[in-house]
Each structure stands twice: as C-alpha cells, then as structure tokens.
C-alpha cells in the first residue's frame, strides 16, 4: 500500500486529535478537528457518541496515531517495532527512540522544517548532509555527536527561513543542539522518554503487536 496522499486533517479527525501534519497552518488556521469533533465519513457522528471502546481498539488506535504523527508505513513501524523489540531496555521507550532519531524527525525537532513531511522532502531532495556527507534517506537513523547540516547552496531555502523564523516553532529539545546562522544542528545524545514531548501510551503498542 502506498503512502496516503489524502487530506491530513481527515488523519486528525480520525485519531481525535491534532497531530501536527500541516505544519505552521495547524497552528493559524481553524482546526477540523475543533470544528468537527468527531471521525470523518457518514458514519463519523455515530462512532463518537460511543462510549466505550474495546481494549484492541485503544491499542490500534495508539498504534496508528503514531504511526501518522511520524508518516510512516505499516510495514515500516513494524520493522522498528520488530528492532526496538529485540534491543535491551523498555521495548515502547525503544520504539519512540528510534523514531525520534529518524533524519526526518531530528530536522522537523531542529526547527530546520515545518512539519516532518516537508522535512522528509528536504531530505529526498539532498538539501541535507550528515557529518559532511549528504543523505538521501528520512529514515536514517543520527547518533550522539552527529552533525547535521543544510548544503550551502540550500541554506536560503524558502521552507527553512520560514520555518526558523515562525512564530510557532517549537521549543528545541534538550538533546540537540542547533547553529542557526550556520545551518548546523548536533546530536548531544541519545533521547530518553522524558525528553519526547509527546502524549503517548507507548505501552498500548507494545501490547497490540504482542498478540
């Protein structure tokens, strides 16, 4: 199956909640969520008057807000699932981990991009390097003291001056380190859950895959 190419606030309608997909607009423009506070589709209204729902729908519903959040595919978070499984420690905090150190992740989180689609674009598109060498791929994974960088051709790109200078841009996390003149942010170290500031029930993923 390929990557959703739909309406991302049909996503958020979906999860009941803002996920951040559009960047800067998901914080000046009215939100669909707020203005329709239940699923889309003609059965949206129905499903939100329901009050209870079973044990497996809370776990994928989890499952699939991160998913979105991140703009991954099934078989992707699977296979970082799988891995993060395999590794010592907490197998949810393994997961957010590795996804938080995907390339796409660390620029959208050093304000280099609006959201972690346009950020993936900039990756795709070689506007990136990692310790000096370009990369090409959202889902590599940074390691404590990488450097991350925009080429100097890239670096008065539209879509990075405006990012860095929103208003919106969220505060940067304790783990990275950013030169913004220079275009040039550091991996100080590895992420631990306390510095992932998401609202997320990790553990309810952990249970559904564990079936």
């Known amino acids: 199956m390929g990557r959703y190419t739909g309406p991302v ?41 329901r009050r209870k729902q079973s044990d497996y729908a809370l776990q994928l519903r989890e499952k699939q807000k991160v998913k979105r959040m991140y703009g991954l595919q099934e078989q992707q978070f699977r296979n970082l699932f799988r891995k993060a499984a395999e590794r010592p420690g907490i197998t949810g905090e393994n997961l957010l981990v590795s996804l938080e150190t995907r390339l796409d992740n660390v620029l959208f989180r050093l304000g280099l991009a609006a959201s972690r689609s346009q950020a993936r674009q900039l990756v795709r598109h070689r506007h990136v390097a990692v310790n000096g060498r370009v990369v090409d791929i959202p889902s590599y994974h ?15 790109l539209a879509v990075i001056q405006g990012s ?42 952990v249970e559904l895959y564990s079936k």
């Not at 990275?176 to 500031?197: C, N, S, W």
């Open 142 to 156: 940074v390691r404590t003291g990488d450097d991350i960088a925009v080429k100097n051709k890239s670096k008065d």
């Open 164 to 205: 860095l200078e929103s208003r919106t841009r969220p505060d940067l996390v304790e783990w990275l380190a950013l030169d913004e003149k220079a275009r040039v942010g550091r991996v100080l170290r590895t992420p631990t859950r306390d510095d992932i500031p998401m609202s997320v029930q990790e553990q309810l993923i």
């Open 9 to 49: 606030c049909k996503l958020c309608r979906r999860e009941g909640q803002k996920l951040f997909l559009k960047g800067q607009k998901c914080y000046t423009e009215k939100c669909p969520v707020e203005r329709r506070g239940y699923p889309p589709g003609q059965h949206g209204p129905a499903q939100a008057r």
